[in-house]
Nanobody, 127 residues
Framework: QVQLVESGGGLVQAGGSLRLSCAAS????????MGWFRQAPGKEREFVGK????????AYADSVKGRFTISRDNAKNTVYLQMNSLKPEDTAVYYC???????WGYGSNLARNYDTWGQGTQVTVSS
């Protein structure tokens, strides 16, 4: 089973940028569909975006579309979340997650279909 470690969170002013990284170890990374989720205080964990096994396809929540970009480097076993034009409402703990058996469709927008999670990294956007 793959293990995941996120990094790159921090405090940034509104309008700024951050890049999160998620390093994977363990089994073959390119057999996993990778997703990013976030959870703000008092709210449920929500889908941010996902990337296909080869990196050829991505999908995003409407709230981040056009501002966030997901990429992956299978040679480095790493997936990235580039966040631009950050807003205070983007403040949350961000998690990467790996799905071994999910298909590319609405199901892989759901947290329950991911097998492995990182520990999370805090992103705080000040106004």
């Amino acid at each position: 089973q793959v293990q995941l470690v996120e990094s790159g969170g921090g405090l940034v002013q509104a309008g700024g940028s951050l890049r999160l990284s998620c390093a994977a170890s363990g089994r073959t990374f390119n057999t996993y569909l990778m997703g990013w989720f976030r959870q703000a205080p008092g709210k449920e964990r929500e889908f941010v975006g996902k990337i296909s096994w080869s990196g050829g396809a991505t999908a995003y929540a409407d709230s981040v579309k056009g501002r966030f970009t997901i990429s992956r480097d299978n040679a480095k076993n790493t997936v990235y979340l580039q966040m631009n034009s950050l807003k205070p409402e983007d403040t949350a703990v961000y998690y990467c997650a790996a799905a071994e058996r999910a298909s590319w469709g609405y199901g892989s927008n759901l947290a329950r279909n991911y097998d492995t999670w990182g520990q999370g990294t805090q992103v705080t956007v000040s106004s």
